[in-house]
């Protein structure tokens, strides 16, 4: 039995750890971040990360979600919405849960980062 209770409770604190989420310093930790990233030689996967945190700083979409684990793949040439096409991107995406809604299931933030130039082409949410 204690055991068990052992064990739960490591299984607990790492799931938590885990949630406590890619979004849990403050704004201006983020901002740091990005006062480092250099886009004289196009923007790296870590780079995309910082630079799509702070744009969910700056739409407040971090004040109405909890962002957790990043995840960035490599886009190619893609499109908008709309079916322009859109430079090679890296298309970073964000786990999300409501801060304040009482909404079952996880979110997704979305932010697709020009990788030569940083510009952020499209940011968005959705259902997962």
Same mark, same amino acid.
């Given at each position: 039995?204690?055991?068990?209770?052992?064990?739960?409770?490591?299984?607990?604190?790492?799931?938590?750890?885990?949630?406590?989420?890619t979004m849990?310093?403050s704004?201006d930790?983020?901002?740091?971040?990005?006062?480092q990233?250099?886009?004289?030689?196009?923007?790296?996967?870590? %780079?995309?990360?910082?630079?799509?945190?702070?744009? /969910?700083? *700056?739409?407040g #979409?971090?004040?109405?979600?909890?962002?957790?684990?990043?995840?960035?793949?490599?886009?190619?040439?893609?499109v908008?919405?709309a079916?322009?096409?859109?430079?090679?991107?890296?298309?970073?995406?964000?786990?999300?849960t409501?801060?304040?809604?009482? %909404?079952?299931?996880l979110?997704?933030?979305?932010v /697709?980062? *020009?990788?030569? #130039?940083?510009?952020?082409?499209v940011s968005?949410?959705?259902?997962?």
């Open positions: 039995m204690e055991h068990h209770r052992i064990t739960l409770i490591i299984f607990s604190c790492m799931f938590l750890m885990g949630m406590g989420g849990a310093k704004s930790y983020y901002r740091a971040q990005l006062q990233v250099n886009l004289t030689d196009g923007v790296s996967k870590e %780079e995309a990360i910082i630079i799509a945190q702070n744009n /969910l700083i *700056d739409d #979409t971090d004040k109405s979600c909890v962002l957790s684990r990043s995840s960035v793949k490599d886009t190619g040439f893609t908008d919405g079916g322009h096409p859109l430079a090679p991107c890296w298309e970073v995406r964000f786990n999300a409501w801060k304040v809604r009482l %909404e079952s299931g979110k997704w933030c979305e /697709l980062v *020009d990788k030569k #130039t940083g510009q952020i082409k968005g949410w959705g259902p997962s």
